[in-house]
């Protein structure tokens, strides 16, 4: 079945440091990939997403590559602030399993003054 | 826009009770996932609903269950609860049968079981 392995946690970087969380699928079909933020205390905030392979992803300077060879969706920013520190998800869903949701562990991120 | 809202916020329940927790999906959005967030962990699908009939389970047992209503709104109903069931749960409103569409999330109902 479809699946998300996401990096290990927990990230602990000094402000203005680069980030890569990594993000590989097991997908049967042709997915969907997301990454979802999740403040402390807060539901899920979409951050990005990619559909077809080669797109990439981008929001408030985090990007993700759909890289269908390797089967990856890597999380990457290039200079981080305080107020990134959160627990960052990578998911998958396809429409031919009704769009559920397939997310990995979650990779918790503090970054430091 | 109020999005999705989630009641209650918190509920602390008894080994063996049962419990109800609703949702409201974002305006213009007809379809309802359930997911549920044990600490430290990722949102877990347990089921979707959509024109009030569930569509998709994930791997629960039947002690979960749930209903839409017309207004396209949810419960989501757990019996004989466990201490494992102590969790986050997560509703999820989206659009039927479009690719790639986004999942919106409420807060949560933290769940715990005594």
């Known amino acids: 079945g479809d699946s998300v392995t996401q990096m290990e946690g927990p990230v602990t970087l000094s402000e203005e440091a680069f980030l890569t969380i990594n993000c590989t699928y097991t997908?049967?079909?042709?997915?969907?990939l997301f990454w979802y933020v999740q403040y402390p205390g807060e539901g899920l905030q979409l951050l990005l997403k990619a559909t077809k392979a080669d797109d990439k992803g981008s929001n408030k300077g985090f990007e993700a590559t759909y890289r269908k060879e390797t089967t990856s969706f890597h999380l990457e920013k290039g200079s981080v602030q305080v107020s990134d520190s959160a627990v960052y998800f990578c998911?998958?869903?396809?429409?031919?399993?009704?769009?559920?949701?397939?997310f990995g562990t979650g990779t918790s991120l503090t970054v430091i003054p | 826009d109020a999005g999705v809202t989630q009641s209650p916020t918190h509920l602390i329940k008894t080994r063996g009770q049962q419990v109800t927790l609703r949702c409201s999906p974002k305006?213009?959005?007809?379809?309802v996932s359930w997911y549920q967030q044990a600490l430290g962990q990722g949102p877990q699908f347990i089921f979707q609903?959509?024109?009030?009939?569930?569509?998709q389970r994930g791997n629960f047992p039947d002690r979960f269950s749930g209903h839409q209503f017309p207004n396209y709104s949810s419960e989501l109903n757990v019996n004989a609860l466990l201490l494992g069931d102590s969790a986050l749960y997560l509703c999820a409103s989206s659009l039927a049968q479009v690719r790639a569409t986004e999942a919106f999330f409420g807060q949560g109902t933290r769940l715990t079981v005594v």
């Open positions: 998911a998958l869903s396809d429409l031919k399993t009704g769009n559920q949701f397939y």
């Open positions: 305006s213009g959005h007809d379809t």
């Open positions: 997908a049967t079909g042709y997915p969907s």
């Open positions: 609903y959509y024109e009030e009939e569930e569509r």
